[in-house]
Every structure is written in C-alpha cells, then in structure tokens.
C-alpha cells in the first residue's frame, strides 16, 4: 500500500484499510504512526487518557481537545521538520455514556491539526472507526473483535517490542517525545 494513493491532510473513516497496512505504509515513507485502540474508553476522560497514553504525550497534558491539538501540532512542530503522520484512532465508543458531540468535537481538533500541518506542507491522515453497540430490538447489530491491549513495559520498549500488536510488529513511533529528539541535535 503506498500513502500516495491516499490523500494528505485528511480525517476519514477507515473502512477500506487494515491497521497493519497503514503502519507498514507509514514506516515505507518515514513518517510517524500513531496508533491509539480506544476500545476500553466509555466516556470522554477515558477516550483522551487512552490518546495521551498511546501517543506518549507528555506528563503534562492538559486532558482536553485544546491540550490534545496544542499537542499534535505546536509541540511537534517546535520540535523540528516533521516527515508526516498517519494516526489510527480505532474504536472511538459510540454508545450511551460517550457524548457524541464530544466525539465530533475530538474528530473536529483531528481535522484541524491536519489543516495545520497542510499549512506547513506535512502530510497529516487520521483515520478512525467507531465501537458500535447493538440496539435495543436488535434490528441492526454491528460485531467488532476487541484486540486485549496490555501496557507496554520500560524493558519492552527498550527492546522495540510492542505487546499490542504481536511478534512482527515494532513500537509505534511518537512524534511527542521531543526530549529524544532534542537531545539527538
């Protein structure tokens, strides 16, 4: 899969492609790829603790939509020329506990950070799915296997190794931990 064939700068459901896919692709074009599974989020706290864990954003996160983008952009940016992103957030919750203007309000800062980057010619594609629960009467019923995420040890990322995504996958790259980056200047 070549990231050419997908439009930079875009915030779109990910329907027809497979994680894997993308963070092969995104690794084949040197950019950053950020992976957040959102499946134990119920509500809105939880959705941006789970973001801020699976990007390593600093301790100092703010754990709110202005935090997030402050994060996603400015800090980044400050940081050096960037190669671009390609971020997977899977299964925002979608049920009764969850606001949905919240998660249009989440995918809204996810679309404005990619218009920030357009800005700076850094190609910026978010793609996401949601947890659908089943309705009441049944009518419609959407299934989704929940891959069990478990935190990923010092010693583990050390090593490269990422538990969440089995034996040949590495650990995600963060474009948040600019002390590593500062440091390597």
């Known amino acids: 899969m070549q990231l050419q064939t997908i439009r930079p700068n875009i915030v779109q459901a990910?329907?027809?492609?497979?994680v894997d896919d993308l963070m092969r692709a995104a690794q084949e074009a040197?950019?950053?790829?950020?992976?957040?599974?959102?499946?134990?989020?119920?509500?809105?706290?939880?959705?941006l603790d789970a973001i801020a864990a699976s990007f390593m954003f600093p301790a100092h996160f703010g754990?709110?939509?202005?935090?997030?983008?402050?994060?996603?952009?400015?800090?980044?940016?400050?940081s050096g020329a960037q190669t671009g992103f390609v971020v997977v957030?899977?299964?925002?919750?979608?049920?009764?506990?969850?606001?949905?203007?919240f998660r249009e309000q989440?995918?809204?800062?996810?679309?404005?950070?990619?218009?920030?980057?357009?800005?700076?010619?850094?190609?910026?594609?978010?793609?996401?799915s949601f947890a659908v629960a089943p309705n009441q009467d049944d009518a419609w019923?959407?299934?989704i296997e929940v891959a069990q995420t478990k935190p990923i040890s010092k010693a583990s990322a050390k090593a490269g190794l990422n538990p969440n995504f089995g034996v040949n996958m590495p650990l995600m790259s963060?474009?948040?931990?600019?002390?590593?980056w500062l440091s390597a200047a």
């Open 30 to 47: 040197g950019q950053h790829f950020l992976y957040a599974n959102l499946a134990e989020a119920q509500n809105k706290q939880e959705v």
């Open 106 to 128: 989440l995918l809204d800062t996810f679309r404005e950070a990619a218009d920030f980057w357009a800005e700076r010619r850094v190609a910026f594609r978010c793609f996401y």
């Open 141 to 143: 019923e959407h299934t």
């Open 14 to 18: 990910i329907r027809a492609y497979r």
């Open 63 to 78: 754990k709110n939509l202005d935090a997030l983008y402050d994060c996603i952009t400015d800090s980044v940016n400050k």
């Open 174 to 180: 963060s474009a948040f931990d600019t002390s590593m």
């Open 89 to 101: 957030l899977e299964l925002i919750p979608d049920n009764a506990k969850f606001d949905r203007e």
